[in-house]
């Protein structure tokens, strides 16, 4: 049975900086990503992780926000820089039913997820 547990949320001020994890245990998927979801808004694509390391990035991360995994350990991370209010939401670690799309497809499996609080 697939788990996934996520970790690392909280409250930070403008300008900090989060760094998200996500333990998979049961099975570690080729293909990974993170989403998060604001109260009274739809989930969101965040950003998509393959084995050997291809990133995808929603157009508002990109440049802020790196994903990164470590098969070894089957630990995903999202490195979350410069945040600002619009990015509090849960964030979950999830398995994407593509690796292309922003998980626009679906999901195979997700974390419980993690609260960010961003404060201006």
């Known amino acids: 049975q697939v788990q996934l547990e996520e970790s690392g949320g909280g409250s930070v001020q403008a300008g900090g900086s989060l760094r998200l994890s996500c333990v998979a245990s049961?099975?570690?998927?080729?293909?990974m990503a993170w989403f998060r979801q604001a109260p009274g808004k739809e989930p969101e694509g965040v950003a998509t992780?393959?084995?050997?390391?291809?990133?995808e990035y929603a157009d508002s991360m990109k440049g802020r926000f790196t994903i990164s995994r470590d098969n070894a350990k089957n630990i995903l991370y999202l490195q979350m820089n410069s945040l600002n209010p619009g990015d509090s939401a849960m964030y979950y670690c999830?398995?994407?039913?593509?690796?292309?799309?922003?998980?626009?497809?679906?999901?195979?499996?997700r974390g419980q997820g993690t609260q960010v609080t961003v404060s201006s």
């Open positions: 992780i393959g084995r050997d390391g291809a990133t």
């Open positions: 049961g099975s570690f998927f080729s293909c």
């Open positions: 999830a398995v994407p039913k593509l690796c292309t799309g922003l998980g626009r497809s679906g999901y195979y499996h």
